[in-house]
């Protein structure tokens, strides 16, 4: 199932669905929008299995997954769909985005207990305090489009947002770096340990949408 604003697609193993500023394009994103390839990708089963290729030259493309983790992919490179996607394709004159969902995916419950355990390091214990902290940080990754923005916001309006002093919120985070780092979970320190953090802690379902509900009060 292909979904671009109000309309939908459903593809059958033997249909391509095509995407980019051309009007030949099953999709056309604009046609105005030089910034997109006028065929940028192809969304079409091979062998039963489906994938999402990069038509185009010199414009790569996102995938963003449920869990709010980003793969780029580059031209000429394809990606298999087993879960529900978006495919983000950056123009001059906006985002544009298709919805990719197999009607055979299963949603997993996204409940994440109090003081869930690591699968690294058995023995590191997340709190609430730490699942707030994250939340506050990484609350662009759980959006959906168009709010989504993968990458962690600053100390400083994190902090703003738990309405908690900066150091404080430092303090927890890199505390809590400290103690995955010591259990063997890598990418802990480093200048992009933040994104690290964050890409651990959506993998693991360590925060969810539903932590940005109750984050939110809602």
Same mark, same amino acid.
């Given at each position: 199932?292909?979904?671009?604003?109000?309309?939908?697609?459903?593809? /059958?193993?033997?249909?391509?669905?095509?995407?980019?500023?051309?009007?030949?394009?099953?999709?056309?994103?604009? !046609?105005? &929008?030089?910034?997109?390839? +006028?065929?940028?990708?192809?969304?079409?089963?091979?062998?039963?299995?489906?994938?999402?290729? $990069?038509?185009?030259?010199?414009?790569?493309?996102?995938?963003? &997954? &449920? *869990?709010?983790?980003?793969?780029?992919?580059? !031209?000429?490179?394809?990606?298999?769909?087993?879960?529900?996607?978006?495919?983000?394709?950056?123009?001059?004159?906006?985002?544009?985005?298709? +919805?990719?969902? +197999?009607?055979?995916?299963?949603? *997993?419950?996204?409940?994440?207990? /109090?003081?869930?355990?690591?699968?690294?390091?058995?023995?590191?214990?997340?709190?609430?305090? &730490?699942?707030?902290?994250?939340?506050?940080?990484?609350?662009? =990754?759980?959006?959906?489009?168009?709010?989504?923005?993968?990458? !962690?916001?600053? =100390?400083?309006?994190?902090?703003?947002?738990?309405?908690?002093?900066?150091?404080?919120?430092?303090?927890?985070?890199? =505390?809590?770096?400290? +103690?995955?780092?010591?259990?063997?979970?890598? $990418?802990?320190?480093?200048?992009?340990?933040?994104?690290?953090?964050?890409? =651990?802690?959506?993998?693991?379902? *360590?925060?969810?949408?539903?932590?940005?509900?109750?984050?939110?009060?809602?």
């Amino acid at each position: 199932m292909v979904t671009f604003g109000e309309q939908r697609w459903r593809l /059958s193993t033997e249909e391509t669905l095509s995407f980019g500023r051309s009007t030949g394009c099953t999709v056309c994103f604009d !046609p105005d &929008d030089n910034g997109v390839s +006028r065929q940028a990708g192809v969304v079409q089963a091979v062998q039963g299995i489906w994938w999402v290729v $990069n038509k185009s030259r010199s414009k790569t493309l996102s995938i963003i &997954d &449920d *869990l709010g983790l980003r793969k780029v992919l580059a !031209p000429g490179q394809r990606l298999p769909v087993d879960e529900p996607v978006w495919v983000v394709a950056d123009g001059n004159r906006g985002t544009h985005r298709l +919805r990719l969902v +197999r009607p055979s995916s299963v949603q *997993l419950d996204s409940a994440v207990p /109090s003081g869930v355990e690591t699968a690294v390091g058995a023995h590191v214990v997340i709190t609430d305090d &730490d699942r707030a902290a994250m939340v506050a940080l990484f609350a662009e =990754y759980l959006e959906d489009p168009p709010r989504s923005d993968p990458q !962690p916001k600053s =100390y400083r309006a994190a902090a703003a947002r738990l309405n908690v002093p900066r150091s404080t919120l430092v303090k927890r985070i890199e =505390y809590l770096r400290a +103690r995955l780092d010591k259990a063997g979970v890598p $990418n802990m320190t480093g200048f992009n340990a933040l994104a690290g953090l964050a890409e =651990y802690a959506l993998a693991r379902r *360590l925060i969810t949408k539903d932590d940005l509900v109750r984050f939110r009060g809602g």
